[in-house]
């Protein structure tokens, strides 16, 4: 019985991410150290920090213009690969948005969003094998913190074939895809918000 | 129907600079350039594109970019867009000098497009 | 036997802005530039280009150029340098992107030039 | 009966160059302006300013060190290709003045190199179609301006193939080489040097 998702609860939701990331902003651009540049933490930390302005300045009336929000202020903020991703990600949920409030359709929808604007496909080492496989749980009902660990340290084993980590070839393997760890972030932000499964 | 050239860059000192070199063998093909993020870091931003495309006077343009998360934001700017926007997966600035020498004698887009593909790196 | 990257471009910000690319990948790679002429307008100097491999703390560099004038002052400048020099008539931004990242990894000479094959443009 | 090449008639030999190329600066440039940067004039007049800058602060002593003064002053100023083909011409001829004083066989040396240096043969659109052919003259005793007219005017049907003007292909068919001409003023300048050929 999935409850339901409303402007209050997303803005909840996202305010969890934000605190996530911002917690963790040094871990991330540490993850992206050895096969990036470095700036992840930075560039979702100023994404996600634009965001919490946007959402306060004027609180979005409709899921739709909730979801928009975060996605243009992600797209203006981010300045790195993540931020064109992230930002479609929420695009594609604006959309579908219109006819749903299914967060496992809303993240279908969502995953093919990213999919499409970064040509990455699951096992590619990026944050489509945290988002495809989750979107699937959510879909089922069944999103859990553990199957959240277990998408991200997938991401290890992988060779980059996307991004910046795809220059490094075989020596991409051995390290976490930072995109892929934010992305956790987002999927344990929802489990930690009340009433929104 | 007129051509233009907007260049992408991570850095703002490399979408300024490639200019220069274009100006010099085509200083009439219009030219516009985007770089760095909103901030002026390291990055790219999808609005610096889009004023770089709104800034060309030409009404069809070719756009270059230096690293995949260029791309992403140059493939947004052009679903925005209302001019035509063709995106070269070529080497940045080899590919620029070419397009931008050809367009100046007068080239057609087919004929440009075909000496570009030698160029495709990405 | 250390190895360092030379940067060299007929524009003085693009050769300044490329290093800030690849330092963002490679913050222990020495690298160095030459850009512009001796006066700083659009071309090349070999002064500069000797300069710019005797800054470069490696005694191994690979050097990458953007248009064909400067690769002949580079061949002079290498000529007359006692560090052994590696010339690729590679995509400038994009060559110099991938040798960065891989020497940063402690990629050995010889696979970083495998992976430029395929960004030959020149 | 080839009269000697001495350190005075090189010396006027290259201000007579010098001369006219400043005289036709303007006209370099603009033949290099729908096949090039249109910069050639301009280069060529830095370099040969700075020529005679050099061997006016230093008169050179000997054949060798005209020439490699000559050269070095080329390479440092020009800023174009033609700063290191120039450069490389003059410092062929200081090493081969070495060994001989005769054009045919300096002039021989410096196309060597400059084919070398540039990647280019005949027929590839570039000073070596002035060069090569002129150099074969001189080596025969047989150097008159119209030989010097004919290779330059030869580049105009030609296709490029090196230097910017390779860009245009096809294109560059129906335009004088602006390399060529600042060519043909050297060997002009050597003509009209008394007593040097
Ligand atoms: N083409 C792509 N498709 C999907 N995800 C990608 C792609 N390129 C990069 N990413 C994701 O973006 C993350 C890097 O983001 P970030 O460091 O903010 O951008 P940048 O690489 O431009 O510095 C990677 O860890 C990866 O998860
Ligand atoms: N690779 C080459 N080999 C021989 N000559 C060349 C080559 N590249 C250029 N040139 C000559 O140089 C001339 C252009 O010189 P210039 O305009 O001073 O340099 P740039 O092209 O760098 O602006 C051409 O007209 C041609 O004669
Ligand atoms: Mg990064
Ligand atoms: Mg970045
Ligand atoms: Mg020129
Ligand atoms: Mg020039």
């Known amino acids: 019985m999935t409850m339901a998702l409303t402007v209050d609860n997303l803005i909840e939701w996202i305010n969890n991410f934000s605190q996530k ?108 094998d945290v988002f495809e496989p989750l979107a699937e749980k959510l879909t089922q009902g069944l999103l859990e913190q553990s199957e959240i660990d277990e998408a991200v340290e997938g991401t290890k084993d992988l060779v980059a074939k996307k991004g910046r980590a795809s220059y490094l070839g075989e020596r991409s393997v051995g390290h976490l895809d930072p995109g892929a760890m934010s992305s956790g972030y987002l999927f344990s932000a929802l489990i930690e918000t009340e009433g929104i499964l | ?81 209302e001019k035509t926007i063709h995106l070269y997966d070529t080497a940045l600035i080899e590919s620029a000098y070419t397009a931008a020498s050809l367009l100046q004698a007068g080239v057609s887009l087919k004929d440009v497009e075909e000496q570009l593909k030698p160029l495709k790196v990405k």
């Open chain 1, 21 to 128: 990331v911002n917690e963790h902003k040094d871990y991330l651009s540490e993850l992206d150290t050895p096969i990036g540049d470095g700036d992840h933490g930075n560039n979702m930390a100023r994404g996600v920090n634009a965001v919490q302005e946007s959402l306060t300045n004027k609180k979005p009336a409709e899921l739709t213009d909730a979801f928009k929000q975060v996605a243009m202020a992600l797209i203006s903020k981010v300045g790195g690969a993540s931020g064109p991703l992230y930002g479609t990600a929420f695009l594609e949920m604006a959309k579908k948005s219109k006819d749903t409030t299914d967060l496992g359709e809303l993240f279908t929808a969502a995953n093919e969003g990213v999919k499409k604007r970064g040509g990455a496909k699951v096992g590619d080492k990026t944050m489509v």
């Open chain 2, 1 to 81: 129907m007129s051509l233009g050239i907007t260049i992408v860059s991570h850095v703002p000192e490399i979408a300024a600079g490639l200019p220069k070199l274009l100006k010099q063998v085509a200083a009439d093909v219009p030219l516009t350039y985007a770089g760095g993020t909103d901030d002026g870091d390291i990055g790219t931003s999808m609005e610096k594109i889009n004023q770089a495309f709104d800034d060309n006077s030409a009404d069809e343009i070719l756009a270059f970019y230096d690293l995949g998360s260029a791309k992403m934001n140059l493939e947004m700017a052009q679903e925005m867009s």
